[in-house]
């Protein structure tokens, strides 16, 4: 069984920053892409950014150019380094996996969401 663990969110000022950070851990037979996923109150879950283990990337158009996706292969594990945060950032950010290498969902793995909350 795979895990994913999400660390890295919280409270911050419009213009600041945050890194999150997500480890796969568990059995875990070949994990080949990583990524995040948001939801804000109200609002359907929706794709922030995946990398795979080939350094494909797909970042939402809301994002690029302040969010930059990075990753770990051989620790499983994922980064988002998030830049120039505003309020329409908050959400509860999900860190996703699977053992495909595949830029669009679905995904196989969910870890359980960590809050961002940007102030204005």
């Known amino acids: 069984q795979v895990q994913l663990v999400e660390s890295g969110g919280g409270l911050v000022q419009a213009g600041g920053s945050l890194r999150l950070s997500c480890a796969a851990r568990g059995t875990i037979f070949s994990i080949n892409t990583m990524g995040w996923y948001r939801q804000a109150p109200g609002k359907e879950r929706e794709l922030v950014a995946v990398?795979?283990?080939?350094?494909?990337?797909n970042t939402a158009d809301s994002v690029l150019g302040r969010f930059t996706i990075s990753s770990m292969n051989a620790k499983n594990t994922v980064y988002l380094q998030m830049n120039s945060l505003k309020p329409e950032d908050t959400a509860v950010y999900y860190c996703?996996?699977?053992?495909?290498?595949?830029?669009?969902?679905?995904?196989?793995?969910w870890g359980q969401g960590t809050q961002v909350t940007v102030s204005s």
């Open positions: 996703c996996a699977d053992t495909v290498r595949r830029t669009t969902g679905p995904y196989a793995y």
């Open positions: 990398i795979t283990s080939g350094g494909r990337t």
